[in-house]
């Protein structure tokens, strides 16, 4: 019989909080954009140099986009071949990085 509970690997509750987890990334890698954009419109540069190059390329919401889905994409590739709990820990990782650099851009403004 079939379950939903059990995708993608399993158990409920480990399945759970990684898509809490990867909610908690997206949400603070949002925040993240908000605060850049709100801090380059009073005069701040961006002060990561990859960033900064790609925004230059294709525009702030086109980079933030992109640099958001290459995180998504390590965090799958987590998933795919180390398993749910690495992929956790990346995904919460990363939105504790992206959640202070939120405050501090908004501290800035």
């Known amino acids: 019989m079939f379950d939903p509970r059990t995708l993608p690997n399993g158990a409920f509750w480990p399945n759970l909080g990684l898509f809490a987890s990867i909610g908690l990334m997206i949400g603070a890698q949002v925040a993240d954009y908000i605060t850049t954009v709100k801090g380059m419109d009073k005069g701040l540069v961006e002060g990561n140099p990859i960033q900064k190059w790609l925004f230059g390329k294709i525009g702030v919401a086109a980079g933030s986009f992109v640099s958001m889905s290459a995180t ?35 501290r800035k403004l």
């Open 72 to 106: 998504l994409l390590v965090n799958f590739l987590f998933l795919g071949f180390a398993g749910i709990a690495p992929a956790t820990v990346f995904a919460l990782g990363v939105a504790a990085a992206e959640t202070v650099q939120a405050i501090l851009n908004y």
